[in-house]
């Protein structure tokens, strides 16, 4: 049977930190960060289903937000001013990115790859599938932002700005429902989110 390097890969994950060109009061892993996309965008689906008729499975859309960052271990994290700085920049990295995902995949044994592929390949993914998991994916760079503000952490002022005006632009009512039911408890400390 032939070895395969894929869950080294994806155990290698916790190594790559997010916000390189930020100071962090807290580092980030794109293993943590992962989690909590998971987490969110599952949130996400149920508050579509029942609030808003949706129609999401949410046990999918959790391991969708599990694996949207997993290419960075090939790739690393790119910042974001760099990444989206224009256009081209923006369609060469997705070019990178879409050869990093079939290169992971690749490492699977075969009988494995169209298990996978649904899962991490942005072109076979749903388009209101993926939708959901970026909201996911943005609201918790939004929240970092307010952990880090809270922290006393001025670096994340135009971050915050700046996900702020994207989370708006791309609003659904299920981030509306999100952030207004849990999004403050981000800027509170240990105390005041135990105090029930």
């Known amino acids: 049977m032939k070895q395969s390097h894929f869950f080294a890969h994806l155990a290698r994950m916790k190594l790559i930190y997010?916000?390189?060109?930020?100071?962090?009061?807290?580092?980030?892993?794109?293993?943590?960060?992962?989690?909590?996309?998971?987490?969110?965008?599952?949130?996400?689906?149920?508050?579509?289903?029942k609030k808003?008729?949706?129609?999401?499975?949410?046990?999918?859309?959790?391991?969708?937000?599990?694996?949207?960052?997993?290419?960075?271990?090939?790739?690393?994290?790119?910042?974001?001013?760099?990444?989206?700085?224009?256009?081209?920049?923006?369609?060469?990295?997705?070019k990178i990115e879409k050869i990093a995902q079939g290169k992971l995949i690749s490492m699977l044994p075969q009988e494995f790859h169209e298990d996978y592929r649904p899962l991490m390949d942005c072109s076979v993914i749903d388009k209101n599938e993926y939708r959901l998991v970026k909201q996911a994916d943005n609201i918790c760079a939004y929240l970092k932002c307010l952990e880090e503000l809270s922290a006393g952490n001025h670096e994340f002022e135009q971050p915050k700005r700046r996900l702020e005006n994207l989370l708006e632009q791309n609003a659904t009512l299920a981030t509306h429902y999100f952030l207004q039911t849990f999004g403050d408890s981000f800027e509170l400390t240990l105390d005041e989110i135990s105090d029930d």
């Open 52 to 94: 808003f008729e949706g129609n999401f499975s949410p046990e999918r859309i959790a391991l969708l937000g599990m694996f949207h960052d997993c290419t960075e271990v090939l790739t690393g994290d790119l910042p974001t001013p760099i990444k989206y700085y224009n256009p081209e920049i923006a369609n060469e990295y997705k």
């Open 18 to 49: 997010r916000w390189p060109l930020m100071r962090s009061v807290a580092p980030e892993n794109i293993s943590e960060h992962s989690l909590q996309v998971a987490f969110v965008a599952h949130a996400l689906a149920l508050i579509e289903n």
